[in-house]
């Protein structure tokens, strides 16, 4: 097999031992670490039970052990990993047994081979339904790191079953030993990389899910570069980062429990799915009155969000009926597609309540300018507008790329309401705490938990929202991009904005939580009459993704500038900001990458895959870049795509041109554009703005007229 | 007349009085009013289906883990002891009294004279209080062991040598044990006269059975003497006067090599679990119950005391009032009715038992009425005797000795599996290592909740059902005895390959 290849844990551990020494470093081996130091948040030093180290910045990559390590500080920094027993057998010698022999890995099975001083060893990761086997629950006991667990052939059964059925060979093949090492596993799979939101110059890697060996060297090398430049060589990795958490997260419970699924590695991962354990601990006010509508939740950082809500049974088609085909997995057509489809149509032509609860909010304020002066250098759009405006903005890097993308809204004088991903959370507080003024005279605080958010999205949205509160809702009195504080029903203190985040007409109201569910009843009394629909987080996806809209997270990151995403006019030069010299380099130098939007022309919604992100873009035969999502735009009636196209020079490497040059390269009538989707490459057109159609009601009209409005 | 009986039961209910006073009080009155005895019953019921209107039998009171720290709180497990033909034993117990009135103990014979591997069990059923099953558990072994013992060491005894409240036997302790160390010293007196009666009257051709018997008739007979005045003082003591007015029933298994012999008095049960297929299983009865359902004991009664066959068992009780057919203690029904008088006359007579004024029973012509004689089963243990249970009449009341053998074969099969699977050292493949594996899965999968064998039991005679556990064991403690009686249940492990090897 070229490019396979296996190496031992001690091997390689004693290779960065050799070749950090040749570099002058030195390595004290059975040292215990009592605290990581800090003044101002930041690190200090190390103190051992062999004496203090005074350091700059600190690497928690203390495996299974980083979660206590991480309560070594203070400020605690949480670091969400729990161990579970982990299993491999040996087995003896296996006559006429190829010492090179493969690596193999059986999804199916659960279980990997490879050959073993002349017999196999394998192992596996337990699926889901059977569970991991979670421990140390209470801590690690002392002087084990280099100790095992004993044998526990019961858990090991499953894995055996599968190991038997692939390799047939060896179910005569006679056991050498059960080997039972503990790792430690995350509640999403993923690793746990990158600076620590509780301690400045505090860095985390670990929670490696058992894949810590063949990963040690880029994740060195990735946390050096974060160390030394600030922003690593990489791509994306927010899927790693530790900012990803929020304090739930590290709930040992929590953990024990989520481990549990978790640690099914090589169980299949459909588009779209879910863990089904630690679930429904964030949850919205109105999330029980949702549940009784049919909601189907899906979890972001915790939050409970309705995804899709179950048709009604007297909707007309069959297919709708079948609620278990709704919630099976599949790379395909997905069951809840024609639920969404009813629910984007409702949108279209009357009005959806779509629940925005898990959006963060964070509230900035100062006594005099100073937190317009602090928004003013952390944004690239200019804050310094009237009372009640929606500035949409990003937050950018030195380098230019967005650290987050939000809204905010100037409230009162020097009171600013700023609004986030839900993935943001944690992110976007030490992302501004860490720029803040050092005087204290800027304060920020985390409001999410206090404001639930509801989004009325549609044509009736106006009239109906207009039916509960006394506040004109007309277009030249209640503009778009507009923040208004109404009251609703009884309900008094909404902070209201006349957007939607998905392109429609509408309004987002952000409710203090305790009158959210007489605010949701009030909507949907009233909304009757206008046929109003309850609607899922799925039906926002595919409006924006139709428009163009690029999300923080999925489409835009930290390595993608305002100038790439086609954003410029969110940046406002006339004043100084973080990023702004990297962004004008780009003005004048160019860039070498633009997003774009792809609508595939011939693709057939019963394909057996369907794009669901990252798939290759092809130009002309050549790899150009990389979708970022996808969904099928129900106006355009075409499926869509957005993603970054890369402008290759002849050598076929990207390189940095002018706008326009990238605009020429990549509308060149003669470029022909391909993607390709598991292997069937679809012929696509590429477009550098929103299609106007995607602004157009769905394309067969059973649009009623809107009332009149006074 | 039944509204105004039944406040009156209601009333006499929150004094814990037993079942036997209560049918006794509806006895009295309803002959007043001249009502049929099955009547009796149906106002009993009557009484407890209104006392249970104050509950709610729709939602559990109790969680689980409540549930089972109550079940298990006076659970027992000896540990391995792999001592002859015992492996181990579990016991445990439930109270539907206040205080229980049963007790379960189990000793080890120290001193029988080079014989070893020797265990005495005993599950004692007490009535009308606690006292006499109280001290059934503390003397009744040391009398079977000093009967047991050779002259040599009778002699030791009467010199002083040997303690015999002491050195005759290994208790093994319940965490709420406890015994009277002001009276040991008058039953170590007792055990010394014993000593000297034994001695002076030597009988080598004794039984097993012969010996049981004579244990019994002779603590039974030391503790109605205790309450009497002795010969030269006219005192009574007062504390031993009302111990032997209490009652209790006995069962006292003696494991000896491979042989068990059951000695048994009154309504407790011992039963042998008999393996004779690979999962099925038939119970032995090592002991029969002496109530009125066991004809040979209504004849035996009956031809003690010829025409009072009207009187002497009424409503299945004898005088129509104790339910059990033999018992320790009872004085009420063995003492001649002057003494009780006298004592009556001397004490206020709710000072001295529950039963005041009317401490002599109705129709008390011919006593004595009731014997602790034992009856005695011997067993010769075979290999596929795997376990032995005794328990009180409270267990037999809601389970078949038959599904409680049952429960406890299906209990160990799912035990053996709880330990560790390790390879064994032979040339084992995988293959058959799964195999293995697979089947321990399927037990898993039903793993009991209880790891000890006597609350397995216990929770399935009372549930398994977490709502049906949790309503019963949360009955108002007036009327709980209405519902169950007192349990207690014991079960005994054999080594089935000491017993093949000792066969063969």
């Known amino acids: 097999m070229p490019n396979d290849g296996v190496v031992t844990a001690p091997d390689v551990v004693s290779t960065f031992a050799k070749k950090i020494k040749q570099m002058g470093g030195k390595i004290f081996e059975g040292v215990q670490v009592n605290s990581v130091l800090t003044k101002d948040d930041t690190v200090s030093g190390v103190e051992t039970n062999l004496g203090t180290i005074n350091c700059e910045y600190f690497v928690n990559c203390a495996g299974q052990w980083s979660r206590e390590l991480g309560l070594k500080s203070s400020p605690k920094v949480r670091v969400p990993v729990h161990s579970c027993e982990h299993f491999y057998i040996v087995t003896k010698p296996i006559p006429d047994m190829d010492r090179n022999m493969p690596v193999i890995r059986d999804p199916d099975g659960n279980v990997y081979f490879r050959e073993w001083n002349g017999g196999i060893m394998a192992g596996g990761f337990e699926p889901p339904h059977h569970g991991g086997k979670p421990v140390f629950h209470s801590g690690i006991p002392p002087k084990f790191e280099f100790q095992l667990l004993p044998e526990d052939w019961d858990q090991f059964q499953i894995l055996l079953d599968g190991i038997l059925n692939r390799m047939p060979l060896i179910n005569d093949a006679q056991v050498r030993q059960l080997v039972n090492g503990p790792e430690s596993f995350t509640p999403d799979q993923n690793w746990i990389l990158g600076q620590s939101a509780e301690v400045y110059n505090y860095y985390v890697a670990a929670g490696m899910h058992s894949r810590g060996i063949q990963a040690a060297g880029g994740v060195g090398r990735l946390i050096s570069e974060m160390i030394v430049d600030g922003l690593p060589q990489f791509t994306n990795l927010w899927q790693c980062d530790i900012q990803r958490f929020v304090p739930h997260h590290s709930n040992r419970k929590f953990l024990r429990d989520r481990v549990k699924e978790t640690i099914a590695l090589y169980d299949l991962k459909y588009a779209n799915s879910q863990f089904s354990s630690g679930r429904n601990l964030r949850t919205s006010p109105i999330h029980t009155q949702l549940k009784v509508y049919g909601a189907n939740f899906g979890e972001t950082n915790a939050y409970e969000r309705a995804m899709w809500f179950t048709p009604k049974h007297e909707e007309d088609v069959d297919e709708y009926l079948d609620e278990s085909a709704m919630l099976k997995g599949t790379f395909g057509k997905p069951g809840w597609f024609n639920a969404v489809k009813l629910e984007y149509q409702a949108c279209k032509e009357r009005v959806c309540i779509v629940d925005m609860s898990s959006f963060t909010k964070i509230e900035i304020k100062s006594k005099g300018s100073e937190a317009l002066d602090f928004l003013q250098y952390m944004c690239s759009n200019d804050i310094n507008h009237g009372i009640g405006t929606v500035i949409h903005t990003g937050m950018l890097n030195s380098h230019g790329g967005y650290e987050n993308d939000c809204s905010i809204v100037p409230l009162r004088d020097n009171t600013f309401f700023l609004i986030a991903p839900t993935q943001q959370q944690t992110r976007c507080m030490f992302w501004l705490q860490k720029h803040l003024p050092k005087d204290g005279s800027v304060q920020v605080r985390d409001v999410t938990s206090m404001y639930s958010g509801i989004n009325l999205i549609g044509p009736h949205a106006q009239q109906l929202l207009s039916d509960v509160t006394e506040t004109s809702t007309l277009t030249h009195k209640f503009k778009p991009m507009t923040c208004q504080v109404i009251d609703v029903g009884y309900a008094s203190n909404i902070i209201t904005m006349r957007l939607t985040h998905c392109g429609e007409d509408g309004f987002v109201m952000y409710i203090p939580s305790e009158y959210a569910l007489h605010v949701y009843e009030m909507l949907m009394n009233a909304g009757k009459d206008y046929g109003i629909r309850n609607a899922g987080y799925l039906v926002i996806r595919h409006l924006r993704i139709e428009k163009m809209f690029a999300y923080w997270g999925i489409d835009m990151d930290p390595y993608t500038t305002p100038v790439e995403t086609g954003r410029e006019f969110r940046v406002v030069l006339e004043k100084d900001f973080i990023g702004k010299e990297a962004l004008l380099r780009q003005k004048k130098d160019g860039i070498s990458k633009k997003f774009v939007q792809f609508q595939l022309e011939s693709f057939n919604l019963d394909a057996p895959v369907w794009p669901s992100g990252k798939e290759p873009i092809y130009r002309n035969g050549k790899l150009c870049g990389m979708t970022t999502s996808a969904a099928y735009g129900f106006t355009l009636g075409q499926f869509v795509c957005l993603g970054y196209l890369h402008h290759l020079n002849e050598q076929g490497t990207p390189e940095i041109v002018v706008t326009k040059k990238i605009h020429d390269y990549i509308k060149d009538p003669k470029a022909k554009y391909e993607i390709d989707v598991a292997g069937t490459l679809y012929p696509v057109s590429v477009g550098l703005y929103t299609p106007r159609m995607a602004y157009k009601a769905h394309d067969k009209p059973t649009f009623l007229p809107m009332p009149e409005t006074t | ?504």
């Open chain 2, 1 to 504: 007349m039944v509204s105004w009986l039944k406040s009156y039961m209601y009333s006499m209910n929150r004094f814990y009085l037993s079942k036997n006073v209560i049918s006794k009080i509806i006895a009295r009155n309803s002959s007043v009013v001249g009502l049929e005895s099955t009547s009796h019953c149906q106002n009993l019921d009557l009484t407890v289906t209104n006392c249970r209107h104050l509950t709610s039998d729709l939602y559990p009171k109790l969680s689980r883990q409540q549930v089972s720290w109550y079940l298990r709180y006076h659970e027992y497990y000896s540990g391995e002891i792999n001592d002859g033909v015992l492996k181990s034993f579990t016991t445990n117990k439930l109270a539907s009294n206040n205080p229980i009135e049963d007790r379960a103990a189990e000793v080890r014979l120290v001193h029988s004279d080079g014989r070893k591997n020797e265990y005495l069990f005993g599950v004692f059923d007490g009535h009308g209080g606690c006292a006499c099953a109280q001290i059934l558990s503390e003397r009744l072994f040391s009398y079977v062991a000093l009967m047991l013992s050779s002259n040599d060491l009778l002699r030791k005894i009467q010199l002083e040598k040997i303690d015999p409240c002491r050195d005759l036997i290994y208790r093994f302790t319940h965490k709420d044990y406890y015994h009277s160390q002001d009276m040991e010293h008058l039953y170590r007196v007792a055990l010394q006269r014993l000593a000297r009666d034994l001695l002076s009257a030597p009988n080598d051709d004794s039984t097993v059975e012969d010996i049981f018997k004579a244990a019994f008739l002779r603590l039974d007979h030391d503790i109605l003497a205790d309450a009497l005045p002795k010969e030269g003082h006219g005192d009574i003591n007062i504390e031993n006067l009302s111990l032997a007015l209490t009652g209790s029933c006995a069962n006292l298994a003696y494991i000896t090599g491979t042989d068990v012999y059951v000695a048994n008095t009154g309504d407790c049960k011992a039963v042998i679990g008999h393996q004779i297929g690979q999962d099925e299983w038939i119970p032995i009865m090592l002991s029969y119950e002496h109530d009125a359902e066991n004809e040979k004991e209504v004849t035996r009664i009956c031809s003690a005391h010829p025409g009072e066959s009207d009187t002497v068992l009424r409503n299945g009780r004898l005088l129509g009032d104790l339910a059990p057919l033999r018992a320790f203690g009872d004085a009420r029904y063995k003492w001649p009715s002057a003494v009780m008088k006298h004592a009556l006359n001397i004490f206020s007579p709710n000072g001295i038992s529950i039963y005041g004024e009317s401490l002599i029973p109705h129709n008390y012509k011919t006593p004595p009425y009731l014997t602790a004689e034992p009856e005695v089963v011997h067993h010769a243990l075979s290999a596929r005797d795997k376990f032995m249970v005794i328990g009180s009449d409270g267990l037999w009341e809601l389970l078949k000795p038959n599904q409680v053998v049952d429960l406890i074969a299906a209990h160990m099969d799912d035990r053996q599996i709880i330990s560790q699977f390790v390879v064994p050292q032979s040339g084992i493949t995988l293959k058959e290592i799964n195999d293995v594996l697979k089947v321990r899965k399927r037990i898993l999968a039903k793993k009991p909740e209880d790891e000890n064998v006597a609350t397995h039991v216990l929770r399935m005679a009372l549930g398994p059902d977490h709502t049906q556990l949790s309503q019963y064991l949360t009955i108002p403690p007036n009327i709980v005895r209405n519902y169950r009686d007192d349990i207690t249940i014991t079960v005994v492990y054999f080594d089935t390959d000491y017993i093949a090897e000792r066969n063969e």
